[in-house]
């Protein structure tokens, strides 16, 4: 076994090697693949909830950790699961190497916290493929230019996997987690949400930057430009969702609903747009949309939606970014709200005229009044919620736009 043999890339959540038992099952998953013919580079998360612990225990230390440093503490986490992995799989009789993203040829800019992969040179993985080794690599992480450790942001172990995959030519990237697929709804939030068999990359793409979870935004995006499939599934069975470039999008169907907590709307005048974007690229932070009023003819409102990537009821970084471009805007400021972002995901956004109205009326009689934001963007339609409202919200457009069917426009009168 060795060269010629095709290559499998597999990525393992937080959860599926969140202690010693659940590495072990891992390990067994991962000789079964290597024993059927497939050379097998795994990436891995961090074990459990230790990303989060770390984060919490620099803001111990600090209300405002150096970025740096808090890529260099955050990182350490992969390499234990890594280490402890590939340990795991020498015991069952096989090769393994456990290597860093640095290791890996990872390469990325110098944006501390969100780095973005510029080159993969992986000539040491393709090595120890080649010798017949299984090749653990630790996700979320790289190494620019000037030979900083970086980190690559919310679901930086997907996008560690689908750039790896690129990079190798593999088979096949598969996405393992706690959940086995992507579903219409968060299963927690609506019980009669349904896994979907397959999807586009457009599709997985909007519905992972309004909120789903399963797979990172940045790797679906990666995924896309290299057109690779991606199959998401579960550690312990179940189904899986396909999610691949050729996927009918001309359907008009809505393909689920998404919550993402968090988040910010700011709309201000056009003139302040050249500061915002400054200070956006300082914090190396993308926004989830940037839109101009309708006829505005450029120097118009201006509506910016930006979503945090920290999960923690307090994230000290994204409060400052707001209140930095408050303080930017000054009287250009014309409103804003915070709360949880609630959508629907699919290609009959923008292509069908009834909609806007149906998930305002939708959402209004779900919390009891109008909502104050509502917008299109790519397949996503979503409106900003408080966020004690945003699960009844969850529960009421997934019962009008996807239970019993595909969803279909109102008959004309």
């Known amino acids: 076994m060795g060269a010629g043999e095709p290559i499998v890339v597999q990525k393992y959540g937080g959860s599926s090697v969140a202690d010693v038992d659940r590495i072990q099952q891992v390990a067994d998953r991962i000789v079964a693949t290597r024993r059927a013919g497939k050379r097998v580079v795994a990436v891995v998360s961090a074990m459990g909830k230790t990303t989060d612990d770390l984060v919490k225990l620099a803001h111990e230390i600090t209300d405002t950790p150096d970025r740096r440093e808090l890529d260099m503490l955050l990182t350490a986490g992969e390499r234990i699961s890594m280490a402890l992995l590939a340990m795991a799989?020498?015991?069952?009789?096989?090769?393994?190497?456990?290597?860093?993203?640095s290791q890996c040829g990872i390469l990325t800019n110098d944006a501390p916290g969100g780095a973005r992969i510029v080159e993969i040179r992986p000539f040491r993985v393709q090595d120890a493929l080649d010798q017949g080794q299984i090749v653990i690599v630790a996700g979320f992480q790289g190494v620019s230019y000037r030979r900083e450790v970086t980190t690559?942001?919310?679901g930086g172990s997907d996008t560690t996997a689908v750039a790896l995959a690129a990079a190798l030519d593999a088979?096949?990237?598969?996405?393992?987690?706690?959940v086995d697929g992507v579903y219409t709804a968060d299963p927690r939030v609506v019980p009669?949400?349904?896994?979907?068999?397959?999807?586009?990359?457009d599709e997985m793409l909007a519905m992972a930057r309004c909120g789903a979870k399963v797979l990172g935004s940045d790797a679906v995006a990666y995924a896309r430009m290299h057109g690779i499939a991606l199959y998401a599934r579960g550690t312990h069975g179940g189904g899986e969702t396909l999610v691949r470039r050729d996927e009918p999008t001309d359907r008009p169907h809505i393909s689920g609903v998404s919550s993402r907590a968090h988040c910010a709307v700011l709309q201000y005048d056009a003139e302040g747009q050249e500061q915002v974007e400054i200070e956006l690229a300082n914090a190396a932070v993308a926004p989830l949309l940037l839109v101009a009023a309708a006829g505005a003819a450029g120097c118009g409102p201006l509506t910016l939606l930006l979503g945090r990537d920290v999960a923690d009821a307090v994230d000290p970084a994204f409060e400052r970014l707001v209140q930095k471009l408050r303080d930017l805007l000054g009287d250009r400021l014309r409103g804003e709200q915070q709360g949880t972002l609630v959508s629907i995901v699919g290609p009959a956004?923008?292509?069908?005229?009834?909609?806007?109205?149906?998930?305002?009326?939708?959402?209004?009689?779900?919390?009891?009044?109008?909502?104050?934001?509502?917008?299109?963007?790519?397949?996503?339609?979503?409106?900003?919620?408080q966020p004690a409202q945003a699960d009844a919200a969850v529960v009421a457009l997934h019962r009008a736009f996807?239970?019993?069917g595909p969803w279909q426009p109102p008959a004309a009168a």
């Open 152 to 154: 690559l942001g919310r």
């Open 402 to 404: 996807v239970e019993g």
């Open 89 to 101: 799989i020498r015991a069952r009789g096989m090769p393994a190497t456990s290597l860093t993203g």
């Open 171 to 178: 088979e096949a990237c598969e996405i393992y987690s706690d």
């Open 192 to 201: 009669d949400a349904r896994r979907l068999d397959a999807m586009s990359h």
């Open 349 to 385: 956004v923008g292509r069908e005229p009834a909609l806007l109205a149906q998930f305002r009326a939708v959402v209004t009689q779900s919390v009891g009044a109008p909502p104050a934001w509502v917008m299109a963007h790519g397949l996503c339609l979503s409106s900003l919620l």
